[in-house]
């Protein structure tokens, strides 16, 4: 099993600021996808990269995927209290393959 | 809204009891998955099912017992859970094998589940 770690585990920031959220494994991944997950409701896809290097941008969210394809970060500019939630790294292997390989996932709160 | 709809979304059962958990997803999709989150461990991966054929049981134990009618539904029978079952079980979709598009799946809310 190719595991995914996220860091940092848990964050807490006061609304306005700046962080980066990041995604590392040993494997490399065809595409990998961020998630975020709000208290008693499943994950929402975020955004999907696939390409290594690629960087995309999603209102105040930037999302890198790294250039052998094995880590990826997520940058928030201005955090606001919308953005409370747990991020969900995943990866996957073959484009048609069924599997993804979640991350240990993040979770931040945002400080009003 | 996110096409992909899970009932119940709360319950609770007793160590002996039988209970289903029901999926269904109205994006056209043909894969299906069963997964368990559970506080602090990632998300584990039950099972998967692609054009209505099992194509993965992660060693989940015979107490759970899925099922697959159609590529729409997806059902998880449950009987004889223990307290360490309980969690959220999250149910979710995709294109599915022989799509040559980047792998996405589409989560359902999830069903709370809590074993006494």
């Known amino acids: 099993t190719q595991l995914l770690e996220q860091s940092p585990q848990f964050l807490s920031i006061q609304e306005g600021e700046n962080l980066t959220v990041y995604c590392n494994s040993s494997?490399?991944?065809?595409?990998l996808q961020w998630y975020r997950q709000e208290p008693g409701e499943g994950p929402v896809l975020l955004v999907t990269?696939?390409?290594?290097?690629e960087v995309k941008k999603l209102k105040r969210l930037t999302f890198q995927f790294g250039d052998a394809r094995k880590d990826s970060s997520l940058h928030i500019t201005a955090a606001q209290p919308g953005d409370t939630g747990l991020y969900l790294c995943?990866?996957?292997?073959?484009?048609?393959?069924?599997?993804?390989?979640f991350g240990t996932g993040t979770r931040l709160t945002i400080i009003p | 809204e996110t096409g992909v709809t899970q009932t119940p979304r709360h319950l609770v059962m007793g160590m002996t009891n039988k209970k289903s958990l029901k999926c269904e997803q109205h994006?056209?999709?043909?894969?299906m998955y069963w997964y368990k989150q559970s506080a602090k461990k990632p998300l584990e991966l039950m099972f998967v099912?692609?054009?209505?054929?099992?194509?993965e049981n992660n060693s989940v134990p015979s107490r759970f017992s899925p099922e697959c009618p159609n590529s729409s539904h997806l059902f998880l029978h449950l009987h004889t859970l223990q307290p360490e079952d309980s969690a959220l079980y999250l149910c979710?979709?995709?294109?599915?094998?022989?799509?040559?598009?980047?792998?996405?799946?589409?989560f359902g809310p999830g069903t709370r589940l809590t074993v006494t």
């Open positions: 979710a979709s995709s294109q599915g094998r022989a799509s040559t598009l980047p792998y996405e799946q589409y």
């Open positions: 494997s490399v991944f065809s595409s």
């Open positions: 990269v696939v390409t290594g290097g």
């Open positions: 995943a990866g996957g292997r073959n484009f048609g393959n069924e599997k993804l390989t």
């Open positions: 994006l056209g999709h043909n894969a």
């Open positions: 099912y692609n054009f209505k054929e099992q194509t």
